[in-house]
C-alpha cells in the first residue's frame, strides 16, 4: 500500500470547515483512499472512501485531484465532537490476501476550538 | 444493529501471566482483525480472522495468538505478558475480506506491571 503524509496537527474554529490534506504521490492505480478517525481512548471510526471521483456523506466530503497524488477531507461544519486523531490510509482492493489490514500513519491531531 | 464488542475493556496483570481478550463483531460480519495500539508504535496490525482461519498476521511475536469461532466472534490470547504488551487492543470487524470499511470496537486497555 502505498505512503500517506500528513500535518501533524491542525486547528479549527467551531462551525468553520475543516480542510484536512493527504498526499499520497505514490499512489497506484487500484489503490483507494480511505479516511478514519479517532476519539480519544475510543476505537478508530470509518469516515468515507474514494478511487478517483469525489465523494461526499453524512459525515464529510473526499477530494481527491485529478492525478491522485493528493486528497482532502472536508468536515464542513466542523464541532467540539470532530476533535480527534484523523488517518488518511491508502488500500488496494485487489489484494484479497492482506484485504483487511489497515496501514495506519501517525494522522493529523485535529483541535476544533470555540 | 449492535456494534462490535470487547471484552473486558480494562484488564491488570503481572508480567508473565498470560491474557485472553474477546471481540464479538457486528451481527453478519465475517471478518474479524485485531490491531495493537501503544503511544510509540501508534496502531498496528496483529491479525486477521475470517471463517475460523487466520488470513493475515503483522510482525508480532508467536506470544500474540488468537482464534476464531463458528459464530464469527473471535478471542486474541498473549501468553508470558511483557511490559511492553501494555496497549489498547483494538477489534475491527467487516462484512467480507476485501472490506476497507472496518467498524471497530471500544478495545480493551491492557496494563502489565
Redesign the interface.
Known amino acids: 500500500d502505498a505512503k500517506t503524509t500528513q500535518p501533524p496537527s491542525m486547528d479549527c474554529a467551531e462551525g468553520r470547515a475543516a480542510n484536512l490534506p493527504c498526499n499520497h504521490s505514490t499512489i497506484s492505480g487500484n489503490e483507494?483512499v480511505?479516511w478514519y478517525r479517532q476519539i480519544h481512548?475510543?476505537?478508530?471510526?470509518?469516515i468515507i472512501?474514494g478511487l478517483k471521483n469525489n465523494e461526499t456523506n453524512e459525515m464529510a466530503s473526499l477530494i481527491i485531484t485529478e492525478d491522485r497524488k493528493s486528497s482532502t477531507l472536508i468536515l464542513p461544519h466542523a464541532t467540539l465532537r470532530d476533535t480527534a486523531v484523523y488517518?488518511c490510509?491508502v488500500?488496494s482492493?485487489l489484494n484479497?490476501?492482506?484485504?483487511?489490514?489497515?496501514?495506519?500513519?501517525?494522522g493529523t491531531r485535529l483541535q476544533v476550538t470555540l | 444493529k449492535a456494534g462490535v464488542t470487547q471484552t473486558p475493556r480494562y484488564l491488570i496483570k503481572t508480567r508473565g501471566q498470560q491474557v485472553t481478550l474477546s471481540c464479538s463483531p457486528i451481527s453478519g460480519h465475517r471478518s474479524v482483525s485485531w490491531y495493537q495500539q501503544t503511544p510509540g508504535q501508534g496502531l498496528q496490525f496483529l491479525f486477521e480472522y475470517f471463517s475460523e482461519t487466520q488470513r493475515n498476521k503483522g510482525n508480532f511475536p508467536g506470544r500474540f495468538s488468537g482464534r476464531q469461532f463458528s459464530n464469527s466472534r473471535s478471542e486474541m490470547n498473549v501468553s508470558t505478558l511483557e511490559l511492553g504488551d501494555s496497549a489498547l487492543y483494538l477489534c475491527a470487524s467487516t462484512p467480507r475480506r476485501g472490506g476497507g470499511e472496518q467498524y471497530f470496537g471500544p478495545g480493551t486497555r491492557l496494563t502489565v506491571t
Open positions: 483507494y480511505y481512548s475510543q476505537g478508530p471510526q470509518y472512501h488517518y490510509i488500500r482492493h484479497t490476501g492482506t484485504a483487511s489490514k489497515l496501514t495506519f500513519g501517525t
